[in-house]
């Protein structure tokens, strides 16, 4: 891994620290980075109405969102938990390749960081053109 994917890695795992999940106690954090040279984070959100629960991934994709608006582009995404694999869930590899199809997605697996384009993670996304 060189400086620049550790040093976001390591954003990843400071914002894991923040994570509200006392019904699962699975912390997980995200660091993005956007083609503005913008990096945010974010971390899984959970809720007594398990359903409504927002992982780390899509709290730090629209932090992104939220700071540099609706040209916000990623680059890089990061994800930490204190487990040997988490790759992004579905619903979050949805939202990643919205804002970044060519996104450099990293990730552990097997206990070791692993490096995903978003559009290999979810070769087919639903596309909708905006209304003109
Ligand atoms: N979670 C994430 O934050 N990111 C993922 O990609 C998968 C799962 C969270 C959601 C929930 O708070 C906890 O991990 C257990 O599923």
């Known amino acids: 891994m060189d400086v620049a994917d550790e040093a976001l890695m390591e954003m990843a795992r400071r914002a894991s620290e923040s994570a509200y999940a006392p ?3 699975f912390r997980v954090g995200a660091a993005v980075r956007t083609l503005a040279g913008g990096v945010y984070t974010g971390c899984n959100v959970e809720n007594a109405s398990y359903g409504l629960t927002c992982c780390a991934e899509r709290s730090a994709v629209f932090a992104a969102v939220a700071a540099e608006g609706p040209g916000m582009r990623l680059v890089e995404v ?7 694999s988490v790759p992004p869930c579905g619903a979050c590899r949805q939202v990643i390749a919205e804002f970044g199809p060519q996104a ?8 070791v960081v692993t490096v995903m384009r978003a559009d290999e993670l979810l070769p087919a996304r639903f596309e909708l053109d905006p209304p003109g």
């Open 78 to 84: 990061a994800v930490h938990a204190a487990a040997h």
């Open 104 to 111: 450099r997605v990293l990730f552990p697996s097997g206990g």
């Open 23 to 25: 019904y699962s106690r």
